[in-house]
């Protein structure tokens, strides 16, 4: 596998970061098991360890991406249409000034001949407005590339949404391990580090939404002036 900058940071380290209570419970409860199984198969303890460990690094990885994104990112922008990079444009929404929406508007109609509708045809259709615009900011992130101030909140944005998405289940698989340690196979470091793990994936969870809508924010605030700036 060929990571760049933004698998690196957007989805292998939260990937490593929600990967932490699948580790406790094979550390303390499954390596002493299989380790000692491998070390008598091939004298190579370490090698069972390191593949297991990369395998459940790629598992993560995806899982992550797929319940952030369905989970999160398609319900609360409703598959794209409510994302800020779209209702930043929207004749509706104040966070622009109507001056900048309109200079936004003509350079898409100038660099990709789509016509934003007017306020007017907004309101009678609001829908349409919204699949034009999201059209139009799609094209405008493949113009752009990887500039330097949007690729880094791009990176960003992934980060905090593949850490919000595996925290789904890196709190429950913390309850499992908690629960384990503290009853069904008693161990006090294991126990106290699922407990600790479990608060901190509870609080990503709690303040989830918030934090990926944020982001979300900042990185369309930075599409919009590099875009005007080309």
């Known amino acids: 596998m060929r990571f760049d900058t933004y698998d690196i940071f957007a989805r292998v380290v939260p990937a490593v970061l929600t990967g932490i209570p699948f580790y406790v419970l094979y550390f303390f409860l499954v390596s002493p098991v299989l380790g000692t199984f491998f070390q008598s198969l091939l004298s190579l303890k ?11 690094l790629y598992l993560a990885m995806h899982l992550n991406r797929f ?11 409703k598959n794209g249409q409510h994302l800020p990079t779209t209702c930043y444009l929207l004749h509706s929404d ?13 350079k898409i109609q100038s660099d990709f001949g789509i016509t934003i509708p007017s306020a007017r045809e907004e309101g009678e259709d609001e829908g349409r407005s ?33 850490l919000v998405g595996g925290s789904v289940v890196a709190v429950l698989v913390s309850v499992i391990g908690s629960i384990l340690f503290l009853n069904l196979y008693p161990n006090t470091t294991a126990a106290g580090v699922s407990l600790a793990l479990f608060v901190f994936y509870a609080l990503v969870l709690l303040f989830g939404k918030k934090i990926i809508r944020s982001h979300g924010t900042n990185y369309c605030e930075v599409l919009i ?6």
């Open 94 to 106: 104040t966070t622009l000034s109507p001056e900048l929406k309109q200079r936004v508007h003509d």
């Open 225 to 230: 002036r590099e875009y005007l700036a080309l």
């Open 46 to 56: 370490v090698i069972s360890d390191v593949t297991v460990a990369v395998a459940l």
């Open 130 to 162: 919204r699949r034009l615009v999201a059209d139009s900011t799609s094209l405008i992130r493949t113009r752009l590339g990887k500039g330097k101030l949007l690729h880094q909140h791009n990176i960003e944005y992934g980060f905090v949404r593949n």
């Open 67 to 77: 319940i952030s994104k369905e989970l999160y990112e398609k319900r609360m922008f």
